[in-house]
C-alpha cells in the first residue's frame, strides 16, 4: 500500500473534525509508510521540500497529528502515515496572564489556535541545551508539546519568582495552583 497524499489526507480530517478535535486517540489504523513532510522548529509545515503556506490546512493536519513513542503520524479512521518533527509538533505564539502569583492562571495559544491553560494537566518544562540555552514547553494535548516561543518566553520570565522546589530555591512560573521550575536561583546572574 503507498502512503496517501497530503490532499488525501486534508479530505480525511475534514470530514473526520466538523465538530472539534478528531478522536484520533480512538484511531489505529494500519500503517501506510512516510509522508514527505516534516515539522520545523518554528512550526512551519513542509511537504515535498516546500513550506505549507496555507494557515487553514496547517490547522487541519495538526488536528490529525499523534505521537506515538518518539515518532509522529498523521491518521484518519483508516490511514496512519509518519512524518518528521524537528523538535515540538506544535508552537505556542502568546500567552495571556490572569491573576497574580499563586493566583496566576496562564492560557496559551498555538499557532494552530489551540488552547491550553497551564497547571496539572498542562504542564510547562524548560529544557536547557548544553550551552545553557532554555527551550520551553508547555503540554497542549494528547502528548503533543508546543514550543513556546522566543517572545512569550520572555514576558513569561518577567512574570517569574522565586520558589522552594525539591529542597532548593528555584525560579519558576504559577498557573493554575501549580509551580512550573525554570531554572536554579543560584543560576542566576
Known amino acids: 500500500m503507498t502512503a496517501p ?4 489526507l ?3 480530517a475534514k470530514a473526520a473534525g466538523k465538530k472539534g478535535l478528531p478522536p ?3 484511531w489505529n489504523p ?3 509508510g512516510d509522508l514527505d513532510m516534516r515539522i520545523a522548529r518554528d512550526g512551519t509545515w513542509w511537504y515535498l521540500g516546500t513550506p505549507i ?6 490547522k487541519l493536519f495538526s488536528s490529525i497529528l499523534k505521537r506515538e513513542g518518539d515518532a509522529y503520524f498523521l491518521v ?3 490511514e ?6 524537528d523538535d515540538a509538533p506544535l508552537l505556542a505564539v502568546d500567552f495571556a496572564a490572569e491573576g497574580t502569583g499563586r493566583n496566576q492562571r496562564l492560557t496559551f495559544v498555538t499557532r494552530t489556535e489551540d488552547e491550553a491553560v497551564a ?3 498542562h504542564p510547562i518544562r524548560v529544557e536547557r541545551s548544553a550551552d545553557g540555552e532554555p527551550s520551553p514547553y508547555i503540554l497542549i494535548r494528547s502528548n503533543l508539546w508546543a514550543l513556546i516561543d522566543r517572545k512569550s518566553f520572555y514576558r513569561l520570565v518577567e512574570l517569574g519568582c522565586h520558589e522552594p522546589h525539591e529542597g532548593a530555591s528555584w525560579f519558576g512560573l504559577w498557573s493554575s495552583g501549580e509551580f512550573f521550575p525554570v531554572i536554579p536561583s543560584v543560576e542566576l546572574p
Not at 497524499?5 to 488525501?8: G, K
Open 10 to 12: 486534508a479530505a480525511a
Open 119 to 121: 497547571g496539572r494537566d
Open 24 to 26: 484520533v486517540h480512538l
Open 30 to 32: 494500519p500503517f501506510c
Open 53 to 58: 503556506g496555507r494557515a487553514p490546512l496547517v
Open 5 to 8: 497524499n497530503a490532499d488525501t
Open 80 to 85: 496512519k502515515v509518519g512524518i518528521r518533527v
Open 76 to 78: 484518519t479512521p483508516v
